[in-house]
């Protein structure tokens, strides 16, 4: 049962992909035992990293960022990933109620507004 | 008319005088007539001590005539010496009154040829005093123009520099309210300048948003989020 999880967990990299899996186990009415139903739990439990971009990201990318992610806090982290183009460039992150803004859209504003402050661009 | 009332005046005098001394010789007959009884007390009084010294009626009725006569005399006496004395008074009076009369007249004539030379001289005194006033009054008039003339221009001098500094008062008035004004144009210049660079600035922002998120190649993409991640590991990791 922990080598299915590892599997799964391996295979599972956002948020989008867990929800999809655990919605095929439903449809294909799959006979929910406790082993299911613990497995759905440990796949529920997965901590979460939010994180809202400007463009799709391929597979390669959410590979590694998902690596990038267990290797640098020792866990596996699911991607709860949104697409904005608003962000223009970067990231927004959010990381157990932690949040970070660190997309180009602010450092926009930020300069706009500095200098729309000091009258200069 | 008042020779006349002097007249008058001493016909009342003589009368009540005449008057008068009919009444002092009634009183002086009284009076011996009271001696008399007197006597006749004094014969009684003898008589009765047998001293008395007797006079007879005839006697006594010639002593009564006799002295009648001369109450008579001496009234008959002082009337004509009163009417004598009064007369002379009158003629006195008179004659006075008359020269007087010509006194009066000579003083009249002197009187009027002095009215005639005081009248002269005050016509004289009176057209001198007229030149007098006139000239003084001409150079009073002359002294006022100049003082009046002097007070105008005074006046025009005050008002002048009234004039000036109310001006100068008013111009700088207006240069201040310019000069605020002015301030105020530039304030609201440069909030409208502010606001329009802000709102230019925030359409640069939002044309850098678009075009800088489809300029951006997909390996700067992803490059650019790794550098979050980096930076989220440092902060919230």
């Known amino acids: ?121 | 008319m008042d020779f006349n009332l002097i007249e008058q005046n001493i016909f009342f005098i003589g009368f009540f005088a005449l008057a008068a001394l009919v009444v002092w010789v009634c009183l002086d007959i009284f009076r011996l007539l009271r001696k008399e009884k007197k006597e006749y007390s004094l014969q009684k009084y003898f008589a009765a001590n047998e001293l008395f010294l007797r006079i007879s009626e005839d006697f006594k009725k010639q002593l009564e005539k006799l002295i009648g006569k001369e109450i008579e005399k001496n009234i008959g006496e002082f009337k004509n010496e009163f009417q004598k004395t009064s007369e002379e008074i009158i003629k006195s009076y008179k004659s006075q009154f008359e020269s007087g009369n010509q006194e009066i007249q000579r003083v009249l004539s002197e009187f009027s040829q002095q009215i005639t030379k005081e009248t002269s001289n005050l016509s004289k005194f009176t057209l001198d005093t007229q030149n007098k006033i006139s000239e003084e009054a001409k150079n009073k008039i002359l002294e006022l123009n100049q003082a009046a003339e002097k007070e105008f221009i005074k006046i025009q001098e005050t008002n002048l520099k009234v004039s000036t500094q109310i001006s100068q008062s008013i111009r700088e008035t207006l240069t201040k309210k310019v000069q605020e004004i002015e301030k105020e144009i530039d304030n609201y210049k440069k909030e409208r300048f502010k606001e329009i660079d802000r709102k230019i600035y925030q359409m640069l922002g939002e044309v850098a948003k678009k075009t800088l998120g489809k300029a951006i190649d997909l390996s700067t993409h992803e490059k650019l989020v790794i550098e979050a991640l980096e930076k989220a590991k440092k902060e919230i990791f």
């Open chain 1, 1 to 121: 049962m922990e080598k299915v999880f590892e599997d799964l967990v391996k295979k599972i990299r956002t948020k989008e992909e867990l929800i999809f899996f655990l919605e095929e186990i439903g449809q294909k009415k799959i006979e929910k035992d406790e082993k299911i139903s613990e497995l759905e739990k440990k796949l529920w439990s997965l901590p979460e990293i939010r994180l809202e971009i400007a463009f799709s990201p391929d597979d390669d990318f959410l590979n590694r960022v998902s690596q990038w992610l267990e290797k640098e806090l020792g866990k596996k982290i699911i991607l709860d990933l949104t697409i904005n183009p608003r962000v223009v460039a970067g990231a927004i992150i959010e990381y157990q109620g932690n949040w970070r803004d660190f997309s180009l859209a602010k450092k926009i504003d930020k300069l706009i507004s500095e200098k729309t402050l000091y009258g200069k661009f």
